[in-house]
């Protein structure tokens, strides 16, 4: 006898497990256990991958068709994904060794649903001027002080882009000052050498 898949969960059930892990997670961060809350708001995101429209269009045609979310259960989706890509990009930015491209790729994800969100938009900022990128830093961390005007960590980091922003114009003058004095010299010598063998031939 074939054995049948089992019944999808609904809707609300996968929702409101997918919020109580997240609240785990956040737990976990709040006692300093990074790891472990990592953990969790990944297993909330899992959860939550079957009911979002987005990811299911990617794997068109592979299991269950994406089931039909209310405005409301739409809106809790958004926002518990938001909370757990946002959350984990805290976590990374609290380890020994900070993967940036990744706290960059969590920040964009949530920026992608709410561009807005301040602290997205400061983690993205921290993440490009670690990664060397003091331009979009700067951008990153413009539009955060814009909604944070009082906030210290974003003042900070902007200062830090702006600074790096400066060092690096100061860099590129001195460069073109230099190849344009090494050429000068070049074509007064030439010129010194050219009079030289023209009094010689005399």
């Not at 472990?36 to 939550?48: C, E, K, P």
């Not at 079957?50 to 994406?66: C, I, N, Q």
Request: glycine share 6%.
């Amino acid at each position: 006898m074939k054995k049948q898949p089992p019944e999808p969960r609904p809707v609300w059930v996968l929702l409101e497990e997918a919020s109580q892990v997240k609240t785990e997670g956040n737990a976990f961060y709040r006692e300093k256990n990074i790891r472990s809350a990592i953990g969790r708001y990944h297993r909330a995101l899992l959860i939550l991958r079957g009911l979002d429209a987005d990811v299911m269009k990617l794997v068109k045609g592979f299991g269950p068709e994406t089931p039909m979310l209310t405005p409301e259960q739409e809106d809790l989706l958004r926002n518990t994904q938001v909370d757990c890509y946002n959350n984990l990009a805290a976590c990374l930015l609290q380890k020994q060794r900070v993967d940036y491209a990744r706290v960059l790729e969590y920040s964009l994800r949530v920026l992608q649903w709410r561009p807005g969100n301040v602290k997205a938009l400061y983690r993205a900022g921290v993440a490009t001027l670690e990664m060397g990128d003091a331009q979009t830093a700067k951008q990153y961390l413009t539009q955060a002080c814009k909604d944070q005007p009082n906030d210290a960590n974003v003042k900070k980091q902007l200062q830090r882009a702006e600074e790096k922003l400066n060092r690096e114009r100061q860099k590129e003058k001195a460069m073109y000052r230099g190849m344009f004095s090494s050429s000068l010299r070049d074509s007064s010598g030439d010129g010194i050498n050219q009079t030289k063998r023209a009094g010689e031939e005399v």
